[in-house]
């Protein structure tokens, strides 16, 4: 059974600060993703990671960057965080770029104050 | 780009009751339809998927219809029961292959 890990379930912040959310998955999925859910707004991609070293914005990636040096970690980077940032973060993961669904993690509830 | 559009944004149904929800989608070639249930404060979690060249899909109590021509997919949940009560997400691929989710369906199912 494929698991996402997302290293931490509720996170506080101050405005400005440099934020880290951390995903592993463990079943060497090519595809990474992360998204925010937010009540009415359903899951919005921030950016996703074809495969290790790469990366492409999705639909929201202002205000965020994303790293992925291993193929099993993807890291979100809030590089000031923003009250408009307070949020839930979803990490996924999928074998390859197919016909086939995500696995998600357990998500990141992020406070900014 | 791809865009899914899911009615009705809440459902509430009496237990026992059938629930149906409704997406429409925009690009002709996505080609995979999963539905996601969440429930609350956990993560979304794969239900049901339907692939292009299918028309209908069953699995116990829920079951998926595909309509390619009209752009359209339905969830459908027969006899209803509490544990049924969840945010609903469809999600259909974009010509990257990736997943445009609508905005989810919160069904509660009162006994």
């Known amino acids: 059974d494929v698991k996402v890990t997302q290293s931490s379930r509720y996170l506080v912040k101050r405005t400005g600060e440099k934020v880290f959310l951390e995903c592993v998955q463990d079943?060497?999925?090519?595809?990474m993703f992360w998204y925010r859910q937010d009540p009415g707004l359903g899951l919005r991609l921030i950016y996703f990671?074809?495969?290790?070293?790469?990366?492409e914005k999705g639909d929201i990636p202002e205000g965020y960057s994303v790293s992925r040096e291993k193929k099993e970690r993807f890291s979100l980077i809030l590089e000031s965080a923003s009250t408009n940032q307070t949020s839930m973060y979803l990490c996924?993961?999928?074998?390859?770029?197919?016909?086939?669904?995500?696995?998600f993690g357990s998500g990141t509830r992020l406070t900014v104050v | 780009g791809e865009n899914v559009e899911q009615h009705p944004s809440t459902l509430s149904v009496q237990e026992g009751d059938s629930a149906v929800i409704k997406c429409t989608y925009s690009?002709?070639?996505?080609?995979?339809f999963p539905w996601y249930k969440q429930e609350l404060g956990k993560r979304p979690q794969l239900i049901i998927d339907?692939?292009?060249?299918?028309g209908e899909k069953k699995d116990q109590r829920i079951a998926v219809t595909l309509n390619k021509t009209a752009k359209h997919f339905s969830l459908h949940i027969t006899e209803t029961q509490p544990e049924d009560s969840a945010v609903y997400f469809c999600?259909?691929?974009?010509?990257?292959?990736?997943?445009?989710f609508g905005a989810g369906t919160q069904v509660v199912v009162t006994p």
């Open positions: 079943m060497d999925h090519e595809n």
């Open positions: 999600a259909a691929t974009d010509s990257w292959g990736k997943l445009q």
């Open positions: 339907i692939r292009s060249n299918v």
């Open positions: 996924a993961s999928r074998k390859n770029m197919g016909v086939s669904g995500y696995t």
């Open positions: 990671s074809y495969d290790v070293k790469m990366k």
């Open positions: 690009d002709s070639a996505s080609n995979y």
